[in-house]
């Protein structure tokens, strides 16, 4: 059974950072590629950062620069460093992978809540 704990998120001011992050458990985070997603208010929700097998990130424009993908293979971990952060960024983050058997399956964390105060 696939489970994602994402922990790390809260409040901080602009240009501030946090750092999230997410322990899998039933996949391997070096095998399967690993993304975060955000959500905010009223919007849809939006992939932020993702980390492939082989390791190559990609991030939304909006974040380039500032966010950082990584994973840490030997505690099943990722994480999301994100620096100079603004209110725009306030979103619940979430974690996810998927697996592809025929259909993808998508799996995802309970999310955390980052606020970006002015």
């Known amino acids: 059974q696939v489970q994602l704990v994402e922990s790390g998120g809260g409040l901080v001011q602009t240009g501030g950072s946090l750092r999230l992050s997410c322990a899998a458990s039933?996949?391997?985070?070096?095998?399967?590629?690993m993304n975060w997603y955000r959500q905010a208010p009223g919007k849809q929700r939006e992939l932020v950062a993702s980390?492939?097998?082989?390791?190559?990130?990609n991030y939304v424009d909006s974040v380039k620069g500032r966010f950082t993908i990584s994973r840490d293979n030997a505690k099943n971990t990722v994480s999301l460093q994100m620096n100079s952060l603004k209110p725009e960024n306030t979103a619940v983050y979430y974690c996810?992978?998927?697996?592809?058997?025929?259909?993808?399956?998508?799996?995802w964390g309970q999310g955390t809540q980052v606020i970006v105060s002015s």
């Open positions: 980390i492939t097998s082989r390791g190559s990130t």
């Open positions: 996810n992978t998927y697996i592809i058997l025929g259909v993808r399956r998508d799996y």
């Open positions: 039933g996949i391997i985070v070096s095998v399967n590629g």
